[in-house]
């Protein structure tokens, strides 16, 4: 069982940047994204259940990312818009089965390796 977390990088204030978390091994019900800034703990971001796609956001995401999932792919997708300096971190996807409570990161068994973001002043 595996997840890979690509398509971090480099961006300006106010620019775009799309990641996307392919799971292979088995299937997912619920998949999220937590992320990591240097110094401080790993917070939730968006999750999204398989079955009836509903989606969670943290508040300070909501309204600029926006969380997909292509299940024919087993792949989810964070849209990341309007990106600030403070959305700097690690991104991880994580998975678990579904009905699990979305924004609590002791509730995911699976972890991928993580991508950086850097959003530049």
């Known amino acids: 069982v595996q997840l890979q977390a690509s398509g971090g990088g480099l961006v300006q204030t106010g620019g775009s940047l799309g990641l996307s978390c392919t799971a292979s091994g088995r299937t997912f019900g619920m998949v999220a994204w937590f992320r990591q800034a240097p110094g401080k703990e790993r917070e939730f971001v968006a999750a999204?259940?398989?079955?009836?796609?509903?989606?969670y956001y943290a508040a300070s995401m909501k309204g600029r990312f926006t969380i997909s999932r292509e299940n024919a792919k087993n792949t989810v997708y964070l849209q990341m818009n309007s990106l600030k300096p403070e959305d700097t971190a690690v991104y991880f996807c994580?998975?678990?089965?579904?009905?699990?409570?979305?924004?609590?990161?002791?509730?995911?068994?699976?972890w991928g390796q993580g991508t950086l973001v850097t959003v530049s002043s």
């Open positions: 999204i259940g398989r079955i009836d796609g509903v989606t």
């Open positions: 994580a998975a678990e089965k579904e009905g699990i409570l979305a924004g609590l990161i002791g509730e995911y068994d699976y």
